[in-house]
Nanobody
Framework: QVQLVESGGGLVQAGGSLRLSCAASGRTSSTYAMGWFRQAPGKEREFVAGISRSGGSTYYADSVKGRFTISRDNAKNTVILQMNSLKPEDTAVYYC?????????????????WGQGTQVTVSS
């Protein structure tokens, strides 16, 4: 089992940047594929970015491709989501997720472990 804690959210103007962190504890994080998801008020939770156990493979939602970058440091049990060129439509609660078996999964239901979320608000 793994516990996940997100941090780094906040309020930023459109065009700005934020760096979200997800700290994993419990089982070694390199055992898990990791993902970032987001959920805006009144909307379903949606996939943002994912990364393989080794960090060698990454994949993104079309809406964030070229603006967001996911990375991981298994020695520090940390996954990072660097968000640049933020838009008001990126406003949401961002969640970190982990699962030991998924491969390039975009469906939230595929992930067993979740953090509590961190709020990102982008003003226009």
């Amino acid at each position: 089992q793994v516990q996940l804690v997100e941090s780094g959210g906040g309020l930023v103007q459109a065009g700005g940047s934020l760096r979200l962190s997800c700290a994993a504890s419990g089982r070694t994080s390199s055992t898990y594929a990791m993902g970032w998801f987001r959920q805006a008020p009144g909307k379903e939770r949606e996939f943002v970015a994912g990364i393989s156990r080794s960090g060698g493979s990454t994949y993104y939602a079309d809406s964030v491709k070229g603006r967001f970058t996911i990375s991981r440091d298994n020695a520090k049990n940390t996954v990072i989501l660097q968000m640049n060129s933020l838009k008001p439509e990126d406003t949401a609660v961002y969640y970190c997720a982990a699962d030991p078996t998924v491969v390039r999964a975009r469906n939230p239901a595929a992930y067993d472990y979740w953090g509590q979320g961190t709020q990102v608000t982008v003003s226009s």
